[in-house]
């Protein structure tokens, strides 16, 4: 099977419905969700919270599972990092999901001072 082929079936199995990739690749609604799984997200909630965690898994309706997922609160200049382990969240909270870079976190240092 090709990288495409399990892409599909993957997309198959977590959403259901059509799993066929528009003209520029991508695919349709949570589906899309299967490139970003085992890499590490930041997740912007309704509420304003922001989650930093491993993406473990997706279900159609965007509802997602975080490993090793911290919040992270930021007041003026400083932030810090609650842990919370494993973490689920209710597709209809997701604000924004995106990949975090692993070679520019370390740099939030020279913009932030990090408390505990």
């Known amino acids: 099977m090709d990288s495409d082929g399990a892409v599909a079936a993957v997309a198959a199995a977590a959403g259901g419905g059509p799993t066929e990739a528009d003209d520029s690749g991508t695919?349709?609604?949570?589906s899309s969700l299967v490139e970003q799984l085992n890499r590490h997200v930041l997740v912007c909630l309704r509420d304003g919270r922001n989650i930093l965690g491993w993406l473990r898994s997706f279900d159609q309706f965007a509802n997602l599972v975080l490993d090793k997922a911290v919040e992270r609160v930021v007041v003026e200049s400083s932030f810090g990092d609650i842990p919370l382990g494993i973490f689920m969240i209710?597709?209809?909270n997701v604000m924004l999901l995106a990949e975090v870079d692993s070679s520019r976190e370390h740099m939030i240092?020279?913009?932030l001072q990090q408390v505990s």
């Open 27 to 30: 695919l349709p609604g949570a």
């Open 90 to 92: 209710r597709g209809e």
């Open 109 to 111: 240092g020279s913009y």
